[in-house]
Structure formats: C-alpha cells, structure tokens
C-alpha cells in the first residue's frame, strides 16, 4: 500500500511517518491554494501572500491529517486495539492497526472518532476565523478559514457509508452488531465503498471530458483507491476469520533445517543453500536459536574468504519481528508477514527453535480449507459453510500473495 515512509515525529507513543507520495500532494496542494483557492477566499492580496498562505494552508492539512488519524489510534488503544503508527500518504492518512477491533461497539466508536474530531476543529477554525476578520490580517483570517472549511469537507467525506472510508465501518459495525457476523458485514460495507469508487471514478472520466482535467483525475485516482482498498479489505477479512482458531504451531513446519554457528560460509552455501534453496536459514547451537545466515550475508563477503570464514562471523541477529511464540495465533503470524514484507518467521519457545511457519504454509492452510468448503462454527454455534462470495475473496487474496511474494 505504501512506498519508502519517514518517521517525523512520536505523539502520545504513536510514530507518525510520511509516505514518498505525500510530496506529491504538497506540491499539487500549494499550487492549487496559490493559484485558486487564496485568490478567491481573500482577494486583493499581493502574489506573494497567497503563496506563503499556500504553504501555511498545505501544512496545515497536514496538521488536520494527524489530528483525525489521532483521534482514530487513542479511541483505539482505550479499547486494545494495537496501533503501530500513523502514515501519511498521498490520499490522506491512516492509522495502522495490527488487527480488528473485537466489538461493533469498539469498532463503530474508533472510527466515529476521526470525523467527529475533524468537525470539532472545523467549528474551532471556523469561529476563529469569523472572530479575527476584523482583528487580524486578511491573509491569516483567510487560512484560518480554508482549514475550517478543509476539515468540515474531511469530516462529512469520512461519514460517507463506504468501506473503508470511517463511514463504511461504521455500517460495518451496525451490521455486525444486528448480523453478528462480521465477514456478512464487511461483503456488504465494502460492497458499499465499491459501488462508491465506481461512482466517483465515472464522475472523475466526466469531469476530465468536460474540462476540468484536474479534478476529474483526482476523483477517478480516488475511486480507483477506495475500490482496491475496499476489496482487499473483505479479502483481509475474510482470511482472518478462516485461519480463526489455528494456532502457528498448527501450520508450522517442526524439526525445521538448521544452519551450525561453526560452518563455513561455503559448506553453508553448497551444503544448504544448494540442496535446499531457501534464502534464509535459522542458526542454531544445541537447540538454541542464535541468529540467522542468508545468501545476502555470503554475497556480502570475498568469495575468498568463504571456505575459512564460519558462519558466525557473518551471521545476523534474528529481529523480534521474525520471531513468533507457537501458540500464537496463525492471523498474528500472517499480520506480521504482511507489515515486514517477510515469507517466513522462526518458532521459538523458551529460546528453543520449534518450527518454521511460512506463508506457503498460511496459503496452503487456507487453499486446504476451501477444499473442504470452508466448514466452520457461525456465531450462536450453527455450522456454516463459507459461501461462494467469501470462497471468492479468499482464493483472490491467496493468489495475488503467491504472485507478490512467493
């Protein structure tokens, strides 16, 4: 979903990074303030001013962005949901959740959140302006009233009922507290945000055949978006309620091949990365996992030095975020997959090596489970079969991470 992100900043223990295509936005956004918007609010300004104004309403936005992805990541951290961060991105924000709220109630709360701290600082910058038109300079009063406006737009957009904008999960989470089922609720929010999409992206091929390029663009861009994100949404959806209930010690491979700290780096490459040929190789002494050795820390070394350089001279420490419990649960491993880019992580208990869990091991899980129609336990505890929509969601969500990633 994102490019190269920068942390800028912690607030109340939440990074805030900054994804590469935000510039873009800022660019676009300050001379669209320049050119169009300033000469319009406050007219009769010298050149000059609209463009310091435009740089000051761009930053503003910015400001505006964090402060109703904020309001998202405390509502979800009262309620437990864990958040790693808030990145900015070209179409806006997002606070990134490890995983999904566990109540409608929570749900329909953190995502009531954000617009209704949006609408509170638009009412805030909107009073201010209207106070200060006849105390302070035009060109302040007239920023004051373009953040105003901005965040009232950002607030009323948001509330729009389509997944997954925060109106969207907000339907979501009615549904799933009238439904109790929270993959029929999602089909439906998310059928909702692709019906949106395809609005917004035949408004945006109108705008562009009647004149107005710009904004046309940005609506189809939008709709393009929010169709995608709608759709890998359910997906996401959908295969966390198939791997429910599966721990990783249940998907993982035991007795995984392990790598000794005293080999040399070239019986490592024609003894396991050769006959086995995977990339990555836990370390191990006497059962104990002490780091890793990959085709990267060999290629990094002479090829000289390899028939006398053992392997832990060049062998790196496993990351936490490599490292997984074996009764942790099978979508906590498949979340961590997906934010770290990894296709493996090492099982360990008590510093013992138990097991590799792969995400061929994840896909086949699931690919197994739609063999056997899916069977599960629906709330209430009926048996319920996984239906020919969801069956659909899942099969695409497996296909494009074999495509992506394996």
């Known amino acids: 979903?994102?490019?190269?992100?920068?942390?800028?900043?912690?607030?109340?223990?939440?990074?805030?990074?900054?994804?590469?295509?935000?510039?873009?936005?800022?660019v676009l956004v300050v001379w669209t303030l320049a050119a169009g918007v300033f000469p319009v609010l406050t007219p009769g300004l010298a050149r000059e001013s609209y463009w310091w104004m435009a740089v000051a309403g761009a930053a503003g936005l910015f400001a505006s962005v964090i402060f109703h992805e904020m309001a998202h990541a405390l509502v979800a951290r009262r309620y437990g949901i864990p958040i790693r961060g808030i990145t900015l991105f070209i179409f806006g924000g997002v606070a990134e959740m490890d995983g999904e709220p566990e109540t409608a109630r929570s749900e329909f709360l953190m995502?009531?959140?954000?617009?209704?701290?949006?609408?509170?600082?638009?009412?805030?910058?909107?009073?201010?302006?209207?106070?200060?038109?006849?105390?302070?300079?035009?060109?302040?009063?007239?920023?004051?009233?373009?953040?105003?406006?901005?965040?009232g737009a950002l607030a009323l957009f948001n509330l729009i009922p389509a997944f997954p904008l925060d109106g969207g999960r907000m339907l979501r989470a009615v549904l799933w507290q009238r439904r109790g089922d929270i993959v029929e609720a999602t089909r439906i929010a998310a059928g909702a945000g692709n019906f949106f999409g395809i609005a917004?992206?035949?408004?945006?091929?109108?705008?562009?055949?009647?004149?107005?390029?710009?904004?046309?663009?940005?609506?189809?861009?939008?709709?393009?978006?929010?169709?995608?994100?709608?759709?890998?949404?359910?997906?996401?959806?959908?295969?966390?309620?198939?791997?429910?209930?599966?721990?990783?010690?249940?998907?993982?491979?035991?007795?995984?091949?392990?790598?000794?700290?005293?080999?040399?780096?070239a019986e490592f490459i024609d003894d396991y990365v050769y006959r086995w040929h995977h990339r990555i190789f836990p370390v191990e002494r006497q059962g104990l996992l002490v780091g890793q050795m990959g085709t990267q820390e060999a290629a990094a070394l002479d090829r000289a030095l390899w028939p006398t350089t053992p392997v832990n001279h060049v062998m790196q420490p496993c990351p936490p975020d490599q490292i997984i419990d074996p009764g942790a649960d099978a979508n906590v491993a498949l979340t961590r997959m997906r934010r770290t880019g990894a296709t493996r992580l090492f099982v360990v208990e008590e510093g013992r090596l138990r097991g590799v869990v792969t995400l061929r091991d994840m896909l086949e899980m699931m690919s197994t489970r739609m063999e056997l129609d899916g069977a599960r336990l629906a709330p209430g505890g009926a048996r319920r079969d996984l239906v020919g929509s969801e069956r659909k969601a899942m099969q695409a969500w497996v296909d494009r991470q074999r495509e992506s990633r394996l």
Do not use: C, H
Not at 120 to 149: K, N, Q, V
């Open 200 to 265: 917004l992206i035949a408004l945006g091929v109108l705008g562009v055949v009647s004149g107005d390029f710009v904004g046309g663009m940005w609506r189809f861009l939008i709709g393009m978006f929010l169709r995608g994100a709608a759709e890998a949404s359910y997906q996401q959806t959908v295969t966390q309620r198939t791997l429910s209930g599966i721990t990783v010690s249940q998907v993982m491979t035991p007795m995984p091949i392990a790598v000794a700290p005293e080999l040399s780096v």
């Open 1 to 26: 979903m994102f490019g190269r992100r920068v942390k800028l900043v912690t607030l109340f223990g939440f990074e805030v990074k900054i994804d590469a295509s935000w510039l873009l936005l800022a």
């Open 111 to 151: 995502a009531l959140a954000g617009p209704a701290a949006s609408l509170a600082l638009a009412l805030a910058l909107l009073f201010l302006a209207g106070w200060g038109r006849e105390t302070m300079p035009p060109a302040e009063s007239g920023i004051l009233r373009y953040l105003g406006i901005i965040n």
